[in-house]
């Protein structure tokens, strides 16, 4: 989930040099929400251990 989130930064940026705004702001938050979503699930693993999955 991480890789994804590290690979949609980077089309993010990309497409910001290119001048692709609108495609640069949907990836920029698709690449936010992973990776938030990808630590809330690394905390509650170190809590919980791996009894979440």
Known sequence: MLQYAIIFFVISIIA???GFRGVAGTTQSIAKFLF?????LFV??????SAII
């Open 16 to 18: 910001g040099i290119f």
């Open 36 to 40: 938030v979503l990808f630590l809330i």
């Open 44 to 49: 509650l693993t170190l809590l919980f251990g």
